[in-house]
């Protein structure tokens, strides 16, 4: 990758051997490396057994997990938060792992649209929850930088996987507003 990082680096006009450029190739490489780790995670060494029985049946949230990822159209990045709520079925899962269901999706190059989703059918998948619901809010520097500019425009997308009932997701999105 840092070949390619140099070469684009001279497809732009610069000089890949100027004293500020000289470890860019290299660094570049590094931070998408980061950036798409989530092709590499395992959902199971991610939720590392922390899935525990339960007999609640009341929504559990998590609100408002920050997230960056990647928009898979320009390779420029889009951030925000998202919110999850979902409905056990005999199981609950520790809560931090959540956000970490929220990175591996997000650390990938992706559409805020099939994120969202990506996640609600994730959860849903390893907790056999009767449904579940996410709410993200996003920024994205592809219409921020470029294209239409519009700093302050704010992208939000929902899922729901289940059958979620019209009073629970009416609760779940008065508590994550």
Known sequence: MEKLYKEILEKIGENPKREGLIKTPKRASVAMEFLTKGYTMDINKVVNSAIFSTQKKDMVIVK??????????????????????YIPNGKIIGLSKIPRVVDMFARRLQIQERLTEEIAIEIKEILGADSVIVKMEAKHLCMMMRGVEKQNSTTITTSICGNMKSEDVDKFLKMVQ
């Open 64 to 85: 408002n997990v920050e997230f960056y990822s990647l928009c898979e159209h320009h390779m420029l990045p889009f951030y925000g938060t998202c919110s999850v709520g």
